[in-house]
């Protein structure tokens, strides 16, 4: 039979060689069928000068005999088999990928020796899966079949560009079905490399072998290298005596838990492993989706597309990779860009008098000073950890407390980009001509949702798995306040810093995701997961730890969770600098969603743009002045800049600002920061600033609807007045605040609005409801609390 490509072999048309190895070769082959119909297939055959090798054919048989009866998504099924011209063939599945040995190559030289933790969890995930089928299959009767693939290798997982995980290769599967082809005792068959204790001693084997095997391959993938290496006699030797060092050892940054799953499935005695690949399968998930909520297949789709672009494009295939993924192929390789631009602010020149009837504040931490702030630190996929923290900042958690993924001892602490020398004056496209010419001291800026962003690292969760259908209360000892303040803020002495929190789940609205933890119990709903964290560069001192709590409403337990400052703070260092302010100077920060607004969950949710900024400090600070020097005694000024708010500063010399996610596939939109010097006696800027009074109405209202829905009724309150300072008789603003009033207790306020509501709008669908409420509290004294704002609708 000739081996030239577009040959036929039996009903096979071969099209390309795909390899050549031991006794036998691949090829990719088209199937040609009645009526025109073709499939593209992969056909293995026996290599023509071992046809007559009978324990080579009868390990080929076997394999065809097993594959044939698994059909499962993360095994490559096999269609064929026969024998044509005296040689045997499979046609099997062909998976439109590359094998795991060859990726790992791949990705090594192209600077990214050991995967990132997500998708070598992953790949396992999935291979376990397979396997724990494979194990379970019986025949018709019900009987166990007794599968054990007894191979797993990165050779036998292929990775397709789908980012689909296939095992393949069962030729030396054992089989209890195949009793002609049972292991005698003190016979070894697979690659030493990846064999079980049991294996490697020729002793029976089970599924407990492809466990280890498993745990084998998810080690080279963390670590970037076998646990041992050598010949045959030294790895055999060491392997079943478990003289290896765990992953930990060699890839610092890898959480203590996964660290133990992966010693668990390389337990010498079998009696410790993972009695299942299911069990495997198990540990393994519920670390990933805890380490990264968030986490999507398509990562390693996009992973595997990047790594092969010039072969696929030499083929004519030009496979789709985003472009925020192919910037964070960089950071995975070491090479991260520069920080974002840093543009001066031009400060006016203000007299002493007006500087002296600025409030001084005394920096209240209030709702904006405390809605969580994050930086793109050193991982910049949705699901890396950040940088490295020294491990005598690292608390271990109590056996009562969730667990919490940590990293490793003896990590460099991150160190501060030099700053960016030339100013960048902001893009003059930004706001209309008239606005500049007529206010040229106030700056704008704009804010880009897939480039500013402070990112949280998944390995900050410290409240997994949690049911998005229960509602909870969420609280700390910490002494911030989360309640809003309309004092100027300004940096002032702390005993520690602020705790921050974002919530992960679909649906949480995206007002209520992040915030600052205080005393007062905070009411969340759809969670799947809540992250924890400081904000700012490492500090010397041993900050004071606290203590969080979570529990279910209407339930007595609660949980635990002992928060550390240092080992959980992130570096803001990768946020858009803003410098040149004057310290004496108190400024008016504003910001505006551009166009459609802010999506940083996509299109599925409403838009919400609000940035997180903290200060920005001079390395030269200190050299100077007294007051200089005293600026490093105290917290930065950190807070949430949000659409609905203003907020006021002083005494900083410049801020980072970004948006506050874990994630940035789904970022759409930009956002307006606008930096305005405060004078108490001047006059606010026209409204060509926000757009028409109608238009600026109709914005607040909609912000204020989706704050009062998601049960923030102080902020949507004020909101709601907002809107009515610009159109005072607009119908949802009107019930809005009303409504948000009664449940705030301001009795008062609320009928005002109301009785204006249905004065103005007799003939109104909600007027009658409204009147009856009116009359209710003239009858009773209550004013009875609407039971959901957001089911109305006056508009």
């Known amino acids: 039979m000739s081996q030239d490509p577009n040959e036929h072999f039996g009903r096979y048309e071969l099209l390309s060689q795909m390899g050549r190895g031991g006794m036998a070769e691949t090829w990719r082959a088209r199937l040609v069928a009645a009526a025109g119909v073709t499939k593209l297939v ?123 995980v296939k095992i393949v290769d069962f030729g030396i599967a054992k089989a209890r079905m195949l009793r002609n082809f049972d292991t005698e005792p003190g016979v070894i068959r697979g690659k030493y490399l990846y064999f079980s204790p049991e294996q490697a001693r020729g002793q029976q084997v089970d599924a407990r072998t492809d466990v280890w095997a498993t745990g084998l391959v998810l080690y080279e993938m963390l670590c ?107 950071v995975w390789r070491g090479s991260d860009g520069a920080a974002p631009s840093a543009p001066t602010i031009r400060v006016p020149s203000v007299s002493p008098s007006a500087t002296a009837k600025a409030p001084s504040g005394k920096g209240r931490w209030g709702l904006l000073a ?11 996929i949705p699901w890396l950890p950040s940088s490295k923290v020294p491990e005598s900042r690292v608390v271990p958690p109590s056996p009562v407390t969730p667990v919490r993924i940590q990293e490793d001892a003896g990590a ?119 992250s924890l964290f400081t904000l700012g560069d490492p500090t010397e001192e041993d900050l004071k730890s606290e203590q969080v709590y979570l529990k279910e409403v209407h339930v007595d337990s609660e949980r635990r969770f002992t928060f550390h400052p240092e080992p959980m703070r992130i570096s803001p260092s990768k946020g858009y600098l803003l410098r040149g302010l004057e310290p004496r100077q108190t400024y008016v920060l504003s910001l505006l969603g551009m166009g459609e607004g802010v999506f940083l969950r996509g ?31 105290v917290e930065p000024l950190q807070f949430l800049l949000a659409e609905w708010r203003e907020v006021k500063v002083r005494g900083i010399r410049g801020l980072r600002c970004g948006f506050l996610d874990d994630s940035l596939f789904d970022n759409e939109g930009e956002a307006e920061l606008r930096i305005t010097p405060w004078d108490p006696k001047r006059p606010k800027a026209p409204e060509l600033l926000k757009g028409t009074p109608a238009e600026e109405a109709e914005r607040l209202a909609a912000r204020a609807l989706r704050l009062a829905r998601a049960g923030q009724n102080q902020d949507a309150y004020l909101l709601a007045e907002d809107c009515l300072s610009h159109d005072p008789h607009k119908a949802n603003c009107l019930l809005l605040s009303g409504d948000m009033q009664a449940r705030l207790g301001k009795v008062k306020g609320a009928l005002e609005r109301y009785r204006t509501f249905v004065q103005v709008y007799p003939t109104h669908p909600m007027s009658p409801s409204v009147r009856q409420l009116i009359a209710e509290h003239s009858r009773t004294g209550v004013l009875q609390v609407p039971a959901s704002a957001s089911s109305r609708n006056p508009e």
């Open 42 to 164: 992969l056909i293995k055959k026996v290599l023509p000068e071992f046809a007559n090798d009978e324990a080579f054919i009868s390990m080929f048989i076997s394999e065809a005999r097993i594959s044939a009866s698994l059909s499962h998504g993360n095994v490559a099924q096999v269609f064929d088999f026969g024998r044509v011209d005296g040689q045997y063939f499979l046609a099997m599945e062909l998976v439109d990928g590359q094998p795991l040995h060859r990726i790992l190559k791949r990705a090594a030289r192209t600077g990214m020796p050991q995967l990132p933790i997500p998708l070598a969890t992953y790949i396992a995930l999935e291979m376990c899966r397979g396997l724990h089928y494979a194990h379970m299959r019986t025949d018709e009767k019900g009987t166990p079949l007794g599968i054990v693939h007894r191979d797993i290798s990165p050779d036998n997982v292929l990775i397709s560009y789908e980012g689909q």
């Open 224 to 330: 970037g290298q076998p646990p041992v290496t050598g010949n045959q006699a030294v790895v055999l030797s060491r392997m079943a005596h478990g003289e290896f060092p765990a992953p930990r050892q060699l890839r610092k940054d890898l959480p203590s838990a996964l660290n133990e799953v992966v010693m668990k499935a390389l337990s010498v005695d079998m009696s410790l492993r993972y009695e299942s690949a299911n069990a495997f399968a198990e540990a393994l998930g519920s670390f990933l989706y805890s380490y990264a909520p968030r986490f999507s297949t398509m990562n390693l789709a996009y992973l595997l597309r990047s790594l092969y672009r010039e072969d696929l494009l030499q083929d004519g295939r030009e496979m789709p990779v985003p472009a925020t993924f192919v910037e964070e192929l960089k």
């Open 370 to 380: 405390g809605v969580g702030v994050l930086a793109l630190a050193a991982a910049a």
């Open 412 to 530: 460099p602490r991150p160190t501060r980009p030099p700053e960016t020398a030339t100013p960048v004056t902001p893009p003059p496209e930004v706001v209309a001509a008239e606005s500049i010419a007529n206010y040229p001291d106030v700056t704008f800026v704009r804010m880009d949702s897939r480039r500013h962003v402070f990112r949280v690292p998944l390995d900050l969760v410290a409240f997994a798995r949690l049911d998005s259908a229960v509602t909870y209360q969420f609280w700390s000892t910490s002494q911030a306040e989360a309640a809003g303040s309309t004092a100027v803020m300004e940096p002032m002495p702390r005993w520690s810093p602020p705790v921050y929190y974002l919530i992960s789940g679909e649906a949480v609205r995206p007002e209520a995701r992040e915030g600052i933890i205080g005393r007062q119990p905070l009411k969340i709903q759809g969670a799947r997961a809540i």
């Open 603 to 633: 299109r599925s949710q409403d838009p919400a743009a609000q940035v997180a900024c903290i200060e920005w400090r001079p390395d030269d600070v200190g050299m100077g002045s007294r007051d200089d020097a005293r600026a490093y005694a």
